[in-house]
């Protein structure tokens, strides 16, 4: 589950800053809940509270589902039933979430999906930590990082920016 979080999180961070980078006018990912606090008609309490609830129904329903598969229904939600049927804890199938049916090959293959959706999910993390590095250390989002990279290979670099190898300026 966190796997999938920093996969959307990764995406999310490197759209923007390439938006931010073609001057499209997005935010960096840094900068996105400032703007977003300051531009909207929710109050950030009431968010927060909001947030909690329906992900806290939702991970309930999850851990109830994976302490006892099956408890929780036939897969139904509002009434729909056969787009939703699960293939198993976790990985919830149907034409809802399995539009081009990758899950309904052979359970070799499938096991090499999930396999596979697992090693990217702990890249995601790292890369996420990545983030959070270079943004401590530059106070720039990873495309702009890219860039000046890129620009300046040589003198540019991890060891060049005084704060990852603090001692070497």
Not at 62 to 69: E, H, V
Not at 93 to 108: H, I, L, N, T, V
Request: glycine share 14%; aromatic share 14%.
């Amino acid at each position: 589950m966190h796997g999938r979080w920093a996969m959307l999180g990764v995406a999310g961070i490197l759209f923007t800053s390439v938006g931010a980078a073609a001057g499209l006018g997005y935010p960096q990912w840094y900068e996105a809940g400032k703007v977003a606090a300051e531009g909207s008609s929710i109050s950030f309490p009431n968010l927060v509270v909001t947030t909690f609830l329906l992900m806290g129904w939702v991970e309930g329903k999850r851990w109830a589902d994976l302490k006892n598969p099956g408890s929780q229904g036939d897969g139904s939600f509002l009434g729909v039933t056969d787009d939703f049927k699960p293939k198993g804890n976790g990985y919830p199938g149907g034409r809802f979430f399995d539009p081009m049916g990758m899950s309904r090959g052979s359970e070799a293959q499938f096991a090499k999906y999930k396999e596979n959706e697992v090693k990217n999910g702990r890249l995601a993390m790292v890369a996420m930590l990545g983030f959070f590095s270079q943004y401590a250390a530059t106070g720039k989002g990873p495309i702009d990082n890219l860039s000046d990279h890129l620009a300046d290979p040589y003198h540019v670099t991890f060891a060049t920016n005084g704060v990852s190898l603090p001692w070497v300026q």
